[in-house]
């Protein structure tokens, strides 16, 4: 299968993807929001959150074994699934500690810190993987390609 024929289905597979990735964020961003609101039901709302975090981590599982089954070469592999795991990482570090730190925190620039320095770590590792599966398999199309087209 050429790249053309590769990025039109993970462009199919993405969108779906997309819908069952929302289906989580809202809820779970809803959740934050009552987590950090609320001052007694804190711990029932972070049981909520944590079981969200739980399902989602299987839909990435899901989502990173479907992009890796287009390519051939496990060194390829490994870097979609090392991806996606980055990915899900950072969204656990934010639902987890940026809240925390809200809370916890009387200086209130250090969570706009670190939030940024999460998401410039996100931009930055996202790119230099893709590149690395560039370079391991020319005809495997990267996450940029899937979300650009």
Known sequence: MNKHERLKKMVIGNRKALLVRLGFAIPVGILLFFFLQSGTQSLLYGGL????LFAYGLTVIRESRFMSSFTERVRAKRIIHAQY???YVMVVFICFFFPLL?????ISWIPFLMFSFTALAMLFVDRLLD???????PEQPTRREVRGW
């Open 49 to 52: 959150i944590i079981r969200g």
């Open 85 to 87: 795991l980055f990915d």
């Open 102 to 106: 809200m809370r916890l925190s009387t």
């Open 131 to 137: 590149e690395k599966v560039k370079l391991i398999d």
